[in-house]
């Protein structure tokens, strides 16, 4: 986390704004250095706003939406039009109100019967639909990321066998805190990416961000987000950031 691009701003809102800010800026040089982007997008809430500010500036930002191929961090067990499904929240604050490609636009079917197949199947897109660096693994131009409350990223929360998976890129488990199952891109998929975007908002999240961005505490699974040789992005808001 040493090397970690690290941006405060006073609100929630003004870090959604950061926060498409650096995406705008990551996905306009990856598509004039190779004509397309590759981005897996978070979930939960935090995003919601950043979305939603992407999909406000579609007229004025002009930003290319047809060459990006996008994929999804992590998925819930729950159908795509479920409000608690990722996807479905990217659709209604995003995906709905941009010229996306829909061909390009990639669900995870963690609602699957056979979550693992599911996922073997979504990690075979992503090693066809993304450029790998030179240890094979696929490069994502920009992997987003949040950071819940105990810790955990996309779906890797503590305790799960899949923090220490090292083979699978994508890998569905059951997560005993939530009683429920999950599917998640794993760290030697996320910690390959050329860029990560770490957004964390409001004061509930100020302890868990001090351990995690000063502490570097690895008993917690967003410490992990170490990427080999790409630049970690962290956007807060002053409330998350009070303790750092
Ligand atoms: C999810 C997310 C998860 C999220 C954190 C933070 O599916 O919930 O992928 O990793 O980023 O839980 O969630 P909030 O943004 O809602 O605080």
Redesign the pocket.
């Given at each position: 986390m040493s090397d970690a691009a690290i941006l405060v701003e006073p609100t929630a809102e003004a870090a959604a704004r950061r926060a498409a800010e650096v995406f705008k800026s990551l996905v306009t040089a990856a598509v004039s250095e190779n004509q397309v982007c590759h981005v897996a997008l978070?979930?939960?809430?935090?995003?919601r706003s950043t979305f939603q500010c992407l999909a406000a500036g579609i007229v004025t930002d002009n930003l290319p939406w047809g060459e990006i191929e996008l994929f999804f961090?992590?998925e819930?067990d729950v159908p795509h039009d479920d409000v608690e499904s990722?996807y479905h929240m990217a659709q209604r604050a995003l995906l709905d109100h941009i010229p996306i490609n829909w061909s390009r636009v990639h669900p995870m079917q963690a609602d699957a019967e056979d979550i693992d197949a599911a996922a073997a199947e979504y990690e075979q897109t992503i090693r066809r639909q993304v450029p790998a660096g030179a240890d094979g693994v696929p490069r994502f131009d920009l992997m987003m990321?949040?950071?819940?409350g105990d810790g955990?990223?996309?779906?890797l929360f503590p305790g799960s066998p899949l923090l220490d998976e090292k083979r699978r890129l994508v890998a569905g488990a059951f997560v005993p805190v939530l009683g429920r199952r999950r599917m998640s891109v794993t760290f030697p998929l996320i910690n390959a990416s050329r860029n990560i975007l770490l957004q964390v908002t409001?004061d509930d999240?100020a302890e868990i961000a001090r351990r995690v961005l000063t502490e570097h505490d690895l008993t917690l699974p967003a410490a992990h987000i170490q990427p080999t040789d790409g630049q970690l992005h962290v956007v807060l808001d002053q409330a998350a950031a009070r303790l750092l």
């Open positions: 978070s979930g939960g809430t935090t995003p961090g992590d819930r990722n990321l949040g950071l819940g955990h990223t996309a779906s409001g999240k």
